[in-house]
């Protein structure tokens, strides 16, 4: 089966710097995404990583070892705004997005 | 319109009645689709469309039929609603052929089933 893990909750100060991996077992893989969303929205994109390695967008990083099935999302500077959930999800084999639960992060003054 | 709308915004129904929620995008994506999201479970695919005219299946469509007469529209019917169905539901679009086919989200239907 396909399978995508991420860490359910994950509690970090604001200004400092958080880390929320991804694992995953697909049926193939076109691509990873990061998305975010707020509580009663929409997801929204952040990162899409198709090669390994380490892509910056601002204060998001996103990271990919295809060989592992490994991501991470790298926040820095964390704000306030930041507190929301973290997708992650993998395009497989027929081209169809596979998704991860969520990690909520909870930002702390 | 800026983006992808979805209607209604909520909604409680009465378990077997019949219900439509609708989808409609101005970035003229060909592609479309319907997610439903529960707590602790990833978004889960329901029905897709690559193209006005083409429909498939995703992970979870019993109960729930779409249609796709145009490019812009890709309404999901509830033939006959039962309370699992209760969820929130995300209609999505990308731009397929584009080499990351972003899927962008509408705001979604939060569908109560009594």
């Known amino acids: 089966g396909q399978n995508i893990d991420q860490p359910t909750e994950m509690t970090a100060t604001e200004g400092a710097i958080v880390q929320i991996n991804c694992t995953y077992q697909?049926?193939?893989?076109?691509?990873l995404f990061w998305y975010q969303q707020h509580a009663g929205e929409a997801p929204t994109f952040l990162s899409y990583n198709v090669l390994d390695g380490l892509e910056e967008k601002g204060r998001f990083s996103s990271f990919l070892s295809r060989s592992k099935g490994y991501s991470y999302l790298l926040l820095k500077e964390l704000q306030m705004k930041d507190s929301a959930s973290y997708l992650c999800a993998v395009r497989d084999s027929n081209y169809q997005l596979i998704w991860g639960a969520g990690t909520k992060l909870i930002i702390k003054p | 319109i800026a983006g992808i709308t979805q209607a209604p915004t909520s909604q409680i129904l009465a378990a077997g009645r019949r219900m439509t929620l609708r989808c409609t995008q101005d970035m003229r994506h060909n592609a479309m689709y319907w997610y439903r999201q529960d707590l602790g479970l990833g978004l889960r695919l329901i029905h897709y469309s690559n193209t006005a005219g083409t429909t498939g299946k995703g992970e979870v469509p019993d109960g729930y039929s779409v249609s796709r007469a145009n490019t812009d529209d890709f309404p999901l019917t509830l033939a006959s609603a039962v309370p699992s169905q209760t969820s929130v539901y995300f209609c999505?679009?990308?731009?397929?052929?584009?080499?990351?086919?972003?899927?962008?989200f509408g705001p979604g239907t939060r569908l109560t089933v009594l």
């Open positions: 697909t049926s193939g893989f076109n691509g």
């Open positions: 999505a679009s990308s731009r397929l052929g584009e080499p990351t086919d972003t899927q962008y």
